[in-house]
């Protein structure tokens, strides 16, 4: 499985911005999908996730309510909205997949597209 994330960008706080995952390779449509991000000088944390049938969906605290993550199954993608973005939100972003269980934590991760960056300004 191959994953490419992409529409990070310079943006300001307050305004949104929709990042998207596509999933290429064998069986990529039956992975369970999530984001991560990294922001300058700390860990890797959880952002959110979804299962491949979009029944159980997982946000961490810190994004619930501005966060939205959603599939599109036609397109083997899986976007997360994000809204009233704030300074904090600066990281670079990266989705991950595993074909057996939701990745809530980076090492339940098998797949890892190369990140995207997302910079808020003030």
């Known amino acids: 499985v191959q994953l490419q994330a992409c529409g990070g960008g310079l943006v300001q706080a307050g305004e949104s911005l929709t990042l998207s995952c596509t999933a290429s390779?064998?069986?990529?449509?039956?992975?369970?999908v999530a984001w991560f991000r990294q922001a300058p000088g700390k860990e890797r944390e959880f952002v959110a996730a979804i299962t491949w049938t979009s029944m159980t969906i997982r946000y961490a605290d810190s994004v619930k309510g501005r966060f939205t993550i959603s599939r599109r199954d036609t397109d083997n993608m899986v976007d997360l909205e994000i809204h009233t973005l704030e300074t904090e939100d600066t990281a670079v972003y990266y989705c991950?997949?595993?074909?057996?269980?939701?990745?809530?934590?980076?090492?339940?991760?098998?797949?890892w597209g190369r990140g995207t960056l997302v910079t808020v300004s003030s």
């Open positions: 390779g064998r069986a990529s449509n039956g992975v369970h």
């Open positions: 991950a997949a595993d074909r057996e269980r939701l990745p809530l934590v980076a090492s339940a991760a098998t797949y």
